[in-house]
């Protein structure tokens, strides 16, 4: 059955403020073209056009979406777009304080967070910087702003934080958010990862268990990447199993980097340039059209295609990385 075109991932900037280990390991980077970043119409043309295959969720994500200038403009002009039901954004939080409110006002209506360890130590080896109280900070921006539903991604590794689950749930129970638990993922950008780092959706269950008694699956209604769990005291979380347990078949987002290059599959090896017909002059027609022809071909099971893998380490070498940027996890957006 071919799977409904629902959730567009929309990378305003690939730089980040951060350089997370599980993500940008490495010291140095090769950026996109200042020249070939999309400009905030040419993103309302094209998610205009997904939004009338068939899109009604949107996520502004990055590298850093709020290193983005004027970010709440872009905002403004995708939320008065008919048929955007759901426009949310990702974000590292550390510069949330500064632009919460202005993202509320513009029309943001949801956001994710995220929170890797609640240690300021952890922190600082995890990402190189000594920014976690800004991080922590930009959580009660949030409800100040008054965003509501907000969601915590926690990036899982064996031995580096895979100890604080139970803390990390209690923190989202502190601040009206949701935790959703990730694996460690082999994709792009992910240059020192390692199986045994990966700890796994069942470990997560048997930590959880340990600490808060029997856990039971909430029912699954949307095509959200999350599956959901509740605690006996009724808290809901979340857990992201891409690594051991993929969902491909479900799978309906797609992604557009800040340059305008769209991917079907985070593990995908080439994407469809966009900003070229564009800036070209096709027309919305025409546009649709070859949005709706490629995604009719998509049969991308990237995450299933590793599961099979004999011998699997990491995805994408460091060489073919620094050729095409569009490789890396902080240009697609995770």
């Known amino acids: 059955m071919q799977r409904p075109l629902g959730q567009l991932r929309l990378s305003v900037t ?3 403020n951060l350089r997370c280990q599980y993500c940008m390991p490495e010291e140095e980077y090769e ?29 502004l994500t990055g ?14 002009a995708l939320s008065a777009i008919p048929g955007v039901e759901d426009l949310a954004l990702t974000t590292n939080g550390v510069l949330l304080r500064k632009h919460a409110q202005a993202l509320r006002s513009a029309g943001l209506d949801r956001l994710t967070i995220s929170l890797d360890t609640l240690s300021p130590d952890r922190f600082v080896k995890l990402s190189r910087r000594t920014t976690h109280s800004s991080v922590l900070d930009g959580f009660q921006a949030a409800i100040e702003a008054g965003f509501t539903q907000t969601k915590i991604d926690t990036v899982v ?34 240059t020192n990862w390692n199986q045994e780092i990966v700890f796994s959706r069942a470990e997560m269950l048997e930590s959880l268990t340990a600490t808060y008694g029997s856990i039971k699956e909430v029912p699954k209604l949307d095509r959200a990447p999350a599956d959901q769990f509740e605690l006996p005291d009724g808290t809901v979380f979340g857990i992201i199993s891409s690594t051991t347990e993929p969902f491909c078949a479900a799978c309906d987002r797609s992604r557009l980097t800040a340059d305008g290059t769209w991917y079907r599959c985070l593990y995908a090896m080439a994407g469809t340039d966009l900003r070229k017909p564009l800036r070209e002059g096709a027309t919305t027609e025409e546009l649709t059209e070859l949005v ?25 070498g460091l060489d073919r990385l620094k050729k095409d940027p569009r490789l890396e996890m902080h240009t697609r957006g995770g």
């Open 31 to 59: 950026w996109l073209s200042r020249s070939d970043i999309l400009d905030f119409d040419e993103y309302r043309r094209l998610v205009e056009v997904f939004v009338g295959l068939g899109v009604d969720k949107v996520r």
């Open 14 to 16: 690939d730089r980040c």
């Open 157 to 190: 590794m064996r031995g580096t934080n895979h100890d604080e689950l139970p803390q990390l749930i209690e923190f989202g129970k502190n601040v009206g958010a949701e935790v959703r638990f990730i694996e460690y993922m082999d994709v792009g950008g992910a």
């Open 63 to 76: 590298g850093e979406p709020l290193l983005r200038a004027d970010l709440p403009k872009l905002v403004e």
């Open 292 to 316: 709706a022809t490629i995604w009719s071909r998509r049969r991308d099971q990237g995450a299933v295609n590793r599961l099979n893998e004999q011998e699997r380490s990491v995805f994408v």
